[in-house]
């Protein structure tokens, strides 16, 4: 008679029918934790919007000090979010679960955190190695010159 193993989603799971009654608790309090990263979620999307918006500002010539640092903000709240989202995750429950039935990372849960992570830091480091450039028709452009103020005064 050949074992099988079927995987389903963690919300679907029936907690109860865990044999042991910390196994219970940690199943529940997964579920619970799964439910939670509704609000992380959403905070990396809005800042994932925030990103494009202001890497797009300076790619079209409409550079300035304010895109740079809402840049790099973005990147690197973002990446620490979502990091941390992903590391109380797999500590609380893929690694706690792990002592009580058949858990592991996987791949998906690796490639989320180097892909969605790292990049974002990524991203980060490289936008503030970036110079703000002025483009043209800026304030600097405009700005009084000592010759501009001399032409008719003699």
Same mark, same amino acid.
């Given at each position: ?47 994932? /919007? ?22 790099? /903000?973005?990147?690197? /709240? ?56 002025? /483009? ?19």
């Amino acid at each position: 008679d050949e074992s099988t193993h079927e995987c389903f989603r963690l919300q679907d799971a029936d907690c109860i029918l865990l044999p042991k009654t910390d196994a219970h608790q940690h199943c529940k309090t997964c579920q619970d934790a799964a439910k939670d990263m509704v609000v992380p979620i959403v905070l990396c999307t809005i800042t994932y /919007f925030l990103y494009a918006r202001n890497t797009w500002l300076r790619y079209t010539g409409q550079d300035s000090t304010k895109a740079k640092v809402m840049s790099c /903000f973005s990147c690197f /709240f973002a990446g620490v979010n979502f990091s941390t989202v992903l590391v109380a995750y797999w500590q609380g429950c893929v690694r706690d679960a792990s002592s009580h039935i058949e858990a592991s990372m996987g791949l998906g849960l690796a490639l989320m955190g180097i892909g969605a992570s790292m990049l974002k830091f990524i991203c980060g480091l490289l936008h503030l190695g970036l110079p703000v450039e002025a /483009f043209e028709g800026s304030i600097e452009e405009y700005g009084s010159d000592s010759d501009d103020d001399d032409n008719g005064k003699e």
